[in-house]
C-alpha cells in the first residue's frame, strides 16, 4: 500500500516529514508531494495545487492504487487531486482536516468567525497564516520543529480563500475514513460529519500538527485497519 501525504496549502512538505521517515522505517511507502503554487499566473491555485500533487502518481507503478492523505486544507483538496490524476485511489483519509464541499469558498467553510477573521487579516495588509513561535508553543512543543514549522509556511494571497474547489460528479468513489487530533477544536464539525456519513473515526490525543509532536502515533493511526 502507497500513501500519499497531502500537506495543507498554508505549510510545506516538511509537516509531513517525520511521518514518512516513520512510515519506511516499517517499509511502507510514503509519498510527500509538494504542493506548489504560482500566484502570479491566472490558473485557479486549487487547480495548481491539485495538478502539483498529482504528479506524485507519476512514479507509481500503473497498478498502484494509493491512500490520499489530507491534512487541513489539504482535505478539500482530495477530490481534485484523484481528478487530476485520473487514476483510481485505493481511499482518502482526512486527517484533522476540512471535507471537500463544491458549494463553497474556503473562507465560508471555516469554523465561527474564521472568515471575518479573514477579513481582517488582509484588510491590514497581512496574509494568512500569520501565525509566530509563540502562537504554536503549546501546539509543537519541539523548539526546532516549530522554528521549521514557521519558516516554510506559505501565506496565501486572498483570492485563495475566495476559491471553491470542485468536486467532481460520483465522488467519493473510494472509502474514506476521518483521524481527528483531540486537542484541537477547530475540525469537531468534519469530525462529526465524517461519522454522520458512516466513515470509520480515530481520535489521538493532540493537537492539529501532531505529525510534528509523535510521528510515531499519527503513522501508526494511518495504516491501522
Known amino acids: 500500500m502507497v500513501f500519499l501525504l497531502i500537506h495543507s496549502p498554508l505549510v510545506s512538505p516538511g509537516s509531513w516529514r517525520l511521518v514518512a521517515e516513520e512510515l519506511s522505517r516499517h517499509n511502507v511507502v510514503a509519498v510527500t508531494p509538494d504542493l506548489d503554487g504560482?500566484?502570479?499566473?491566472?490558473?485557479?491555485?486549487?487547480?495548481?495545487?491539485?495538478?502539483?500533487?498529482?504528479?506524485?502518481?507519476?512514479?507509481?507503478?500503473?497498478?498502484?492504487?494509493?491512500?490520499?492523505?489530507?491534512?487541513?486544507?489539504?482535505?478539500?483538496?482530495?477530490?481534485?487531486?484523484?481528478?487530476?490524476?485520473?487514476?483510481?485511489?485505493?481511499?482518502?483519509?482526512f486527517v484533522d482536516a476540512g471535507l471537500p464541499d463544491g458549494n463553497h469558498a474556503r473562507m465560508a467553510i471555516g469554523e465561527g468567525d474564521f472568515a471575518e477573521q479573514l477579513q481582517q487579516i488582509y484588510a491590514a495588509g497581512r496574509r494568512y497564516p500569520d501565525w509566530t513561535e509563540e502562537m504554536l508553543r503549546d501546539v509543537v512543543p519541539e523548539p526546532e520543529r516549530r522554528r521549521q514549522l514557521i519558516s516554510e509556511l506559505r501565506p496565501q494571497p486572498f483570492r485563495f480563500w475566495q476559491e471553491t474547489v470542485p468536486v467532481f460528479e460520483g465522488w467519493p468513489d473510494a472509502p474514506c475514513g476521518y483521524l481527528r487530533f483531540l486537542t484541537n477544536p477547530a475540525y469537531e464539525g468534519p469530525a462529526s460529519e465524517a461519522v454522520a456519513r458512516g466513515w470509520p473515526l480515530r481520535e489521538i490525543a493532540g493537537d492539529h500538527f501532531h505529525m510534528l509532536v509523535d510521528p510515531a502515533a499519527v503513522a501508526r493511526a494511518i495504516v491501522s485497519p
Open 38 to 93: 504560482d500566484e502570479s499566473i491566472g490558473q485557479p491555485l486549487w487547480q495548481q495545487h491539485a495538478q502539483a500533487a498529482a504528479e506524485a502518481f507519476r512514479g507509481l507503478p500503473p497498478h498502484e492504487r494509493p491512500v490520499l492523505v489530507g491534512h487541513s486544507g489539504a482535505g478539500s483538496l482530495l477530490p481534485a487531486i484523484r481528478q487530476a490524476a485520473s487514476r483510481p485511489v485505493a481511499g482518502y483519509l
